[in-house]
């Protein structure tokens, strides 16, 4: 079992640029999640998703695009990186019961640089 | 004022002490959950509870429902405990998108 797998670990962009940040699951969770962290907010909901072909904005999803084609994998896309978009990303999946998120498993998370 | 506060922000204690981390939250949650970020930056899950109290090794996690209110406390404090620590709450009104506390950051001296 790999856990949840997310890569890059750090990616430089300049302003404009598009990316994909990658997170794959080998647990046969249902529920997979987006989240940001920057310094004194905490972790924020970007975007969510209870199962393939479901998901659902959190929290700051604009400026980010997600897909659910499979239940391993959650693609999250940068459609037109921007300094603010500066910030440090985890993935998390769990099982859930009721599509409610049970305790999370996180990725080693990827430290983006928009200039 | 966010849904979910944590105190202290920082805490210093010397190796061995006994150590308590308070969350309090705003809503009404279905459960709460307390991560540990370590200084390389992962996160793990340490509990997930909705009522009462969960022990696992030197952690403690206890709830109180009615006043809104978690504690994490860790037993014979060692070095190795000192990283951040996140209360994150699921909430009754949008159960899918947990919120989270800022976190308290633990340095535990030898």
């Known amino acids: 079992n790999a856990g949840v797998t997310q890569t890059p670990k750090f990616q430089v962009l300049k302003t404009g640029q598009s990316m994909t940040l990658q997170c794959a699951q080998d647990?046969?969770?249902?529920?997979m999640s987006w989240y940001r962290q920057d310094p004194g907010m905490g972790l924020r909901l970007i975007h969510y998703s209870v199962g393939a072909g479901i998901t659902d904005q959190g929290e700051v999803p604009n400026g980010y695009n997600v897909s659910r084609s499979t239940t391993e994998d959650f693609p999250l896309r940068l459609l037109s990186a921007a300094p603010s978009q500066t910030s440090v990303y985890f993935c998390?999946?769990?099982?859930?019961?009721?599509?409610?998120?049970?305790?999370?498993?996180f990725g080693n998370g990827t430290r983006l640089t928009v200039t | 004022k966010n849904e979910v506060e944590q105190s202290p922000q920082n805490l210093t204690a010397q190796e061995g002490e006994f150590i308590t981390i308070n969350c309090s939250y705003s809503v009404g949650i279905s459960a709460l959950h307390w991560l540990q970020q370590h200084p390389g930056g992962g996160i793990v899950s340490l509990f997930m509870l909705s009522s009462g109290k969960k022990k696992h090794g030197r952690l403690i996690a206890t709830i109180n429902i009615q006043e809104k209110h978690s504690s994490l406390h860790i037993t014979a404090s060692h070095p190795r405990d000192s990283a951040v620590y996140i209360c994150?709450?699921?909430?009754?009104?949008?159960?899918?998108?947990?919120?989270f506390g800022q976190g308290t950051r633990l340095t535990i001296n030898p």
């Open positions: 998390a999946s769990s099982y859930s019961r009721d599509r409610l998120p049970s305790s999370l498993h």
């Open positions: 647990m046969n969770h249902e529920y």
């Open positions: 994150a709450v699921t909430p009754f009104q949008g159960a899918q998108k947990l919120v």
